[in-house]
């Protein structure tokens, strides 16, 4: 069958308009529940507001949020979680992501890296040698 060109340029300017109102949408929908990151567990999705966090770390297939009074858990892997936090959330570690306005203190932990302290809880993260400096560089 033959190709009308005029109707192959509509259709093209068609498709072109709907992405483009799909991409204002989602940028919308994004910035309308900014702070907010949802977490999905097994039978339900959890609403937090970042500043909660305190950090996010992988342990035995799980993904962990450390809040001050509790850990949530689900299945979404670290990459897919940090593409949703705010830029005050940094990867510093393979298996951790922190809350950088959490941080308490940064003290070696062995040749290769360090232990990350937040404030008001003992929990702690690791980062890594080749991180630190750009960790200091974003607090200092």
């Known amino acids: 069958k033959p190709?009308?060109?005029?109707?192959?340029?509509?259709?093209?300017e068609l498709?072109?308009?709907?992405v483009e109102l799909e991409e204002l949408a989602t940028g919308v929908a994004q910035?309308?529940?900014?702070?907010?990151?949802?977490?999905?567990q097994k039978h339900e999705t959890v609403f937090l507001e970042a500043e909660?966090?305190?950090?996010?770390?992988r342990q035995n297939r799980k993904t962990l949020f450390?809040?001050?009074d509790r850990v949530l858990s689900t299945n979404e892997p670290l990459h897919e979680i940090e593409k949703r936090l705010p830029p005050y959330f940094v990867r510093t570690h393979k298996s951790f992501i922190v809350n950088v306005k959490k941080i308490s203190?940064?003290?070696?932990?062995n040749n290769w890296s360090y232990q990350i302290s937040f404030r008001g809880t003992d929990k702690?993260?690791?980062l890594s040698k080749h991180q630190?400096?750009?960790l200091e560089s974003l607090i200092c």
């Open 132 to 134: 630190k400096k750009s």
């Open 105 to 109: 203190r940064i003290a070696p932990w």
């Open 15 to 18: 498709i072109k308009q709907n």
């Open 124 to 126: 702690t993260a690791m």
């Open 52 to 57: 909660e966090i305190i950090m996010i770390e």
């Open 31 to 40: 910035k309308a529940v900014e702070g907010i990151i949802s977490v999905k």
């Open 3 to 12: 190709i009308d060109g005029e109707r192959l340029k509509r259709s093209i």
């Open 66 to 68: 450390h809040l001050q």
